[in-house]
């Protein structure tokens, strides 16, 4: 049963699986102490990902975190047009966690489209992004998105990288 009652349990599915992913991709300890910002996907510029990332960053650090069912209040408003509602981790600490829940609109399609899914319950999903940088299944830091010391280490290492390996295959 997928409809506006099962939405809480839906979203709280969510969270277990995110903070399962969680737990397997990021060496983070996850505060169990959560709180939650709703996010409409059109609300971030798409250049590309680069810009879509530090506009996405700028847009939710200026939101004031929400209570889960204040965040599910929102989510109910606009049930009707929900298409995918994703749950992201925003920021992670020892003290608290911010899950961003990200939805994204079946009137933002097509009318062609939006006809074939209008009538459809909404698809719930959590995902983790993972750093360019990082190969293979080595745990990395959850925050990365959010810059920092670290972030900005690895990222200059992986370009040293990249050059050196594309002198190599000039050469």
Same mark, same amino acid.
């Given at each position: 049963?997928?409809?506006?009652? %099962? $939405?809480?349990?839906? !979203? *709280? /599915?969510?969270?277990?699986?995110? #903070?399962? @992913?969680?737990?397997?991709?990021?060496?983070?300890?996850?505060?169990?102490?959560?709180?939650?910002?709703?996010?409409?996907?059109?609300?971030?510029?798409?250049?590309?990902?680069?810009?879509?990332?530090?506009?996405?960053?700028?847009?939710?650090?200026?939101?004031?975190?929400? %209570? $889960?069912?204040?965040? !599910? *209040? /929102?989510?109910?408003?606009?049930? #009707?047009? @929900?298409?995918?509602?994703?749950?992201?981790i925003f920021k992670a600490g020892k003290?608290?966690?911010?899950?961003?829940?990200?939805?994204?609109?079946?009137?933002?399609?097509?009318?062609?489209?939006?006809?074939?899914?209008?009538?459809?319950?909404?698809?719930?999903?959590?995902?983790?992004?993972?750093?360019?940088?990082?190969?293979?299944?080595?745990?990395?830091?959850?925050?990365?998105?959010?810059?920092?010391?670290?972030?900005?280490?690895?990222?200059?290492?992986?370009?040293?990288?990249?050059?050196?390996?594309?002198?190599?295959?000039?050469?």
């Open positions: 049963m997928n409809n506006i009652d %099962s $939405l809480k349990d839906n !979203i *709280e /599915i969510s969270i277990v699986n995110l #903070q399962r @992913l969680a737990k397997m991709s990021c060496w983070n300890i996850i505060s169990p102490n959560l709180v939650f910002i709703v996010s409409d996907f059109n609300e971030f510029e798409e250049i590309n990902f680069f810009e879509q990332r530090k506009s996405r960053n700028k847009v939710n650090k200026s939101k004031a975190t929400l %209570s $889960l069912d204040s965040a !599910i *209040e /929102i989510l109910k408003n606009d049930y #009707q047009d @929900l298409y995918d509602v994703t749950l992201y003290k608290e966690t911010v899950i961003e829940i990200q939805y994204y609109r079946k009137s933002n399609f097509e009318p062609d489209y939006f006809a074939v899914v209008k009538d459809n319950s909404p698809m719930f999903h959590s995902k983790i992004s993972k750093p360019y940088y990082v190969r293979d299944h080595k745990k990395f830091d959850v925050n990365w998105e959010l810059g920092g010391l670290r972030y900005f280490c690895n990222h200059f290492i992986s370009q040293i990288k990249y050059r050196i390996n594309t002198f190599i295959l000039k050469v």
